[in-house]
């Protein structure tokens, strides 16, 4: 495997950074999450925008223009041979001392491009659908760390990880400090009501998801109504459906929340046919590259 590292493809056994890196000693640093579907990057503006908006919010320097960043995913693909894959870039502010004042970063900020295969969950999740837990941990208030900063401290997505999991559940539900629904670890959330979509509303504490922004198209396009709304969780354990939505899960059919039946506790109608629609249009939103 060829890892992108500060302009060069290195093997993965070289692609080393500082210890003294402030991604590492602090967490100071962007990251983004992307996939590849038959040579054709999902949405890789939209990814590389983000990108640069995090950058830009934290105040780091980068070392590549949009279009070079671009670029370089596409190099990475191409020098590892794979049409469908998972691309992560991550900068981080570059190495420092150990104090916290980024300007004692002197370098360019350090640039990291991952591609490999994913699968996060069976295949029979998809099918079946998920059960998933309201976790203690809320979600990030946006006055102290905005999560639509997509930054490389996700300590706070961990702890509800490791929550769910402890609790014997593979997601966990998160919510804001106002007690609404905000996401889940790594993916949106979204509800069904008599036909009609929810999803919380971007400023309540949820990252600005690229694939909620695609099925919110989706839902356009199919004359579904689509509503950015606070939610409780009273309305998620009374809705008809339920999905979450991310890069790495795609959509997520949800079951069960907080062992309350989501409908008939399977995937349901408008779920599938999003999810369907989701499929065609990962074969045609993005960016192509030959190999
Ligand atoms: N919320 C959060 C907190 C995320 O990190 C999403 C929503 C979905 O956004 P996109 O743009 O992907 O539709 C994310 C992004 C993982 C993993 O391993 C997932 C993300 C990022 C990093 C790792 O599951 N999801």
């Known amino acids: ?24 000693l602090y ?21 590389i ?29 191409k020098a590892n041979n794979l049409q469908d894959g998972y691309i992560r870039i991550v900068v981080s502010r570059g190495p420092g001392d150990l104090g916290l004042d980024p300007r004692k970063c002197k370098d360019k900020a350090t640039v990291v491009i991952i591609v490999d295969t994913i699968a996060l969950y069976p295949k029979k999740l998809y099918e079946k659908g998920m059960e998933i837990i309201t976790v203690p941990t809320v979600r990030n208030i946006p006055e102290a760390l905005n999560p639509q900063i997509k930054s490389l401290n996700y300590l706070n997505n961990i702890l509800a990880k490791i929550e769910a999991v402890n609790a014997g559940y593979a997601e966990a539900l998160m919510l804001d400090h106002l007690g ?24 309540m504490g949820t990252l600005r998801g690229i694939t909620r922004e695609a099925v919110l198209n989706i839902a356009t396009k199919l004359k579904i109504p689509a509503h950015e709304h606070v939610i409780t969780r009273h309305e998620l354990y009374i809705g008809d459906e339920c999905f ?32 369907a629609e989701f499929g065609k249009l990962t074969k045609t939103a993005g960016i192509k590259y030959k190999l």
């Open 27 to 47: 967490g100071d640093g962007v990251f983004e999450g992307i996939r590849s579907y038959g040579c054709l990057v999902f949405k890789l503006k939209e990814h």
């Open 49 to 77: 925008d983000r990108l640069f908006e995090s950058a830009h919010s934290i105040m780091m320097g980068m070392p590549l223009t949009r279009k070079e960043m671009t670029d370089a995913v596409i190099k990475t693909l």
């Open 180 to 203: 609404y629904v905000a996401e889940c670890t790594g993916d949106n959330i979204f509800l069904v009501k008599n036909d009609e979509l929810y999803t919380p509303p971007q400023c």
């Open 1 to 24: 495997m060829k890892v992108y590292l500060n302009g060069t493809l290195v093997d993965k056994k070289d692609a080393k950074i500082s210890v003294f890196d402030h991604g590492y």
């Open 244 to 275: 979450l939505t991310g890069t790495a899960a795609e959509i997520v059919p949800v079951v069960k929340v907080d062992g309350r039946l989501i409908g008939e506790g399977k995937p349901g109608k408008l779920t599938r046919k999003i999810m």
